[in-house]
């Protein structure tokens, strides 16, 4: 069974970057997808992108070419580096498969 947990989150300035990475348990690491989503205060769910399985990537609309998801075989992990961060984006940021959710991290931007 898989399991995932993301870091990386904290505090960051309006325009600052952050890198999160979700650590993917398991042995067939390279037959998922990794989805990230976030919740942000008093808002639903929101996909923020996917890396699929051949390292082909999609992003949500509002990422605007900020965010760049990327996987690392090797490790086991996918990261988020997220650019020109803004107030708007602050949320939990989640990292997922189709059918297993991971532990968040919190993702501030403020001044």
């Known amino acids: 069974q898989v399991q995932l947990v993301a870091s990386g989150g904290g505090l960051v300035q309006p325009g600052g970057s952050l890198r999160l990475s979700c650590e993917v348990s398991?042995?067939?690491?390279?037959?998922?997808?990794i989805i990230w989503v976030r919740q942000a205060p008093g808002k639903g769910d929101e996909w923020v992108a996917t890396c699929f399985t051949d390292n082909t990537t999609n992003y949500a609309r509002f990422v605007e070419g900020r965010f760049t998801c990327s996987r690392h075989n090797d490790k086991n992990v996918v990261a988020l580096q997220m650019n020109s961060l803004k107030p708007e984006d602050t949320a939990i940021y989640y990292c997922?498969?189709?059918?297993?959710w991971g532990q968040g991290t919190q993702v501030t931007v403020s001044s």
């Open positions: 997922k498969t189709t059918d297993t």
């Open positions: 398991t042995t067939q690491f390279t037959e998922y997808a």
